[in-house]
């Protein structure tokens, strides 16, 4: 791989090697420079930011903006979503991201979080509890994927007949079949007219649950200076935000937490005798293998200068998490699993006023998952060879298609005994 400042913006280098296996071709980018012009999945062209300190500079810059009203003309080419789906925080810069996040903070609070625990746990030991006596399971659908649905879907106050389509909806648009085109713009059609109909059914009847308060902000008499109204595509974008992101960051994260585990059989029984070091594991975790490889990409609203390359206002910048928490002048000996690295720093979630808003519950959700999962399962193995486990193929997200597992059952122990 060649490095952009000399080779130019017109030599673009190829980002199959980011997908086949992305650890190695950003070892490989890092060492050949800081910054690298990269054309993306869907054909728009893109500089890559691979080093941590710029990376981490980068994500806290105001002069990389998140609006794609900053884009310069053919510089972006991104799916673009319905207003009513498309006007939330990762598109939003101040003054409307102060607005919009100031007043939806409050249900992601450490202390908001901590009340809800004792029902995340709850829902583990339910899923568990229904994968007990078979033996096997592919931890993804069965595990990692139904625990945070629950707890999002539980958090809005969406109806449990509901859930099992939001999934469809949500893995078209996460991992879209290149055999129906169509099927993309179906499942974002199909999200926006069940989004339009449960904020309906909501302010007619409201329920505790954090999209009835959200929308008690919206139709409220604002403050006198508008400040603290949401306007009615913000509200729903916001809905859709919190539920799809909630979703997918947190199964890519127990998933690959697992599967971190299973390759560090030491490191699983460790955290099996001592549960209590399970938070600072999740930290490891989410450094080692995290769920989002990059940041939501962000447009120069004037000419600026990263890791000693120019990059025009307008065109899209990709800062690289996962290059970033694997660069070995901040974090040394990188691809090494080590729970007793200082993590201070790492980006995993973002960092300056776009830190993911949902941290504190991915974070709880994840050690109350693995706490449950270990605590169940001493005996956790891989039930296929290592080899056939796949990654979805994709810069965007990072986590894995399926994950079969296996353990020795309660009935087996009792025959063995």
Known sequence: MQNTAETGPDAPIDVTPL?????????????AGPVHRITGADGSPAWLVTRYDDVRSALADPRLSLDRRHAGPGGYRGFALPPALDANLLNMDPPDHTRVRRLVVKAFTPGRVETLRAPVRRVAEELLDAMAERGRAD???????PLPITVICDLLGIPQHDRRDFLAWSDALITPDPSRPEGMKQAIGAMLEFYTGLIAAKRAEPGDDLLSDLIAVRDDAPAADGSDRLTED???????????????????????????????????RQLQQNPAELPAAVEEFLRYDGPGPLAIRRFPTQDVEIGGVRIPAGESVLLSIASANRDPARFPAPDALDRGRDLSGHLAMGHGIHYCLGAPLARMEAVTALEALL?????LRLDVPRGELRHRRTLRSRGLISLPVAWETASEQVFEA
């Not at 086949?20 to 890092?30: G, S, V």
């Not at 960051?249 to 699983?268: K, Y």
């Open 19 to 31: 997908l086949d296996d992305p650890y190695a071709a950003y070892a490989a980018l890092r060492e």
């Open 139 to 145: 931890l993804i659908a069965d595990y990692a994927g």
């Open 375 to 379: 605590g169940r399962f001493p005996e």
């Open 234 to 268: 913000e509200l729903t974008s916001l809905a859709f935000l919190i539920l799809f992101a909630g979703y997918e960051n947190t199964v890519h994260l127990i998933g690959n937490a697992v599967l971190a585990l299973l390759d560090h059989p030491d490191i699983l």
